[in-house]
């Protein structure tokens, strides 16, 4: 049985229409099933009055009020989906001209032939490798918006730039400056989530910082939850700071134990080498088994609270213009749209405490990449990582496992028989070492 996101319920294949938002599976408190609702037909789900979103925020600079929860479209397939996000006012579409190789930004084409394109902002990205041209980039935004069917796109973004020279790149900046005069693009954009394996690491802050100083990028787009906040916050006061939009992404940095002990009992039954894993699983046993008292003290049935109260976390920040949230069915969205406007809670933030102090150590920080230079392999950690998170918490199974297929030089196959470099330089303790081999596994379905 797969598991995805911070809850281990069964996962819905398709699109249904209302399934039951609870979960199944209660995986740290360790009850039973969760009665569910039937599923309904094609035509029952319908945006009621608090199945809306709440509050829509000033996207810096552009001056465009995007809804608090926006619309991360990696995975999108069906136009009926993106026809309920918007009917319920979800007005933030991020995209790019990556997701399923153009087929993401085609579904938004066929909805917005039906909706009044003032009233949608949506940024696309572009990756841009040091030899791209002009040209080439004109040729890639043209083609975004003819499978998009629209005249322009709100942001077009730099995607993933992974050091701060990158962002002088001038066939982006005459690029833009020529789409801008067409009238095809408005606002220059950034992506960012850390190192990449392929150039010299510089952190996410940096990367993002240098953006916003250098006064030409409107909207950035950037990882930030609860157990990932440092730079985070201080990006987002500088955006504040400079009138730039702030997006995030990487909102849910929950891990599930159970997920992990499911693939090394796999590793075992398949006679793999894990002592790596002998080593470290225990240790999370314990740090799990120690949390269960305030668990049951607080009646924490299942992991959709510290859902919730991960939402919570991002929301309440002013300083956020729209948390871009993988919406994957019609039971994410109502689960989102239950949640724009949320504040955060004296009782959610004593539930993130909770898990940031039983279980945080299984998180492996997004955009971090602290570890990389201890290796003597050079395992690009923070992309296998992510990788692994577009599998497990997200759903992107195809995509992650392509992704990682191609990844050049070292993975992770031969982390189980290392001396833990990666483990002993990270400086949030987490036992990095087992989980990129179970990563592994994972993304090759060993």
């Keep these: 049985m797969k598991r995805e996101g911070i809850a281990s319920e069964e996962r819905v294949k398709g699109v249904s229409r209302r399934g039951f938002i609870g979960g199944a599976l209660t995986a740290l408190a360790g009850a039973g099933l969760t009665a ?15 199945l809306k979103i709440k509050e829509y925020r000033k996207l810096g600079r552009t001056g465009f009020r995007s809804s608090d929860v926006g619309f991360g479209s990696g995975e999108l397939a069906e136009p009926a989906l993106l026809e309920a996000i918007l009917d319920a006012g979800v007005n933030y579409i991020d995209t790019a001209e990556s997701y399923l190789r153009g087929g993401s930004e085609r579904v938004i084409g066929e ?12 940024s696309t990205k572009q990756g841009m490798r040091a030899n791209v041209t002009k040209d080439q980039i004109i040729q890639r935004a043209n083609k975004s918006l003819e499978r998009m069917k629209t005249d322009y796109v709100d942001c077009l973004m730099m995607h993933m730039p992974s050091n701060r020279e990158a962002l002088k790149n001038p066939a982006y900046h005459e690029a833009f400056q020529e789409l801008k005069a067409q009238g095809k693009v408005r606002y220059r954009g950034l992506s960012n989530h850390g190192p990449q394996w392929n150039d ?20 950035m787009l950037f990882v930030y939850n609860f157990l990932k906040h440092d730079q985070g916050e201080r990006i987002l006061r500088a955006c504040r700071e400079k009138g730039v939009g702030a997006t995030l992404m990487k909102t849910n940095p929950v891990l599930n134990y159970f997920e992990m002990k499911e693939n090394f009992d796999h590793a075992q039954e398949a006679g793999r080498n894990t002592a790596s894993m002998e080593r470290i699983l225990p240790r999370l046993k314990e740090r799990y088994d120690a949390a269960q008292d305030f668990i049951r003290e607080n009646d924490l049935r299942n992991l959709n609270q510290i859902r919730e109260a991960a939402v919570r976390f991002v929301l309440g920040n002013p300083d956020v213009s729209s948390a871009c949230l993988t919406i994957k069915n019609f039971d994410d969205l109502e689960f989102y749209l239950r949640l724009s406007g949320a504040k955060l809670t004296a009782a959610a933030q004593k539930i993130l405490d909770l898990y940031a102090a039983g279980m945080g150590e299984l998180y492996c920080r997004h955009a971090c990449g602290e570890c990389e230079a201890a290796c003597p392999s050079q395992v690009p950690v923070n992309t296998i990582m992510r990788y692994n998170h577009y599998f497990r918490a997200q759903g992107r199974e195809k995509s992650a496992m392509l992704k990682y297929a191609s990844l050049p030089g070292s993975r992770a196959g031969s982390c189980a028989d290392c001396a833990g470099h990666c483990e002993k330089a990270c400086p949030y303790n987490v036992p990095i070492q087992a989980q990129l081999y179970l990563a592994h596994q994972t993304l090759t379905l060993a």
């Design 36 to 50: 569910a609702r039937p599923l309904s037909g094609a035509d029952a789900w319908q945006a009621s009055p608090e």
């Design 200 to 219: 010299v690491p510089e952190t996410m802050e940096q990367v993002t910082l240098a953006a916003v100083e250098d006064g030409r990028f409107d909207v």
């Design 111 to 122: 909805v917005l032939q039906h909706r009044d394109r003032k009233q949608i902002f949506i």
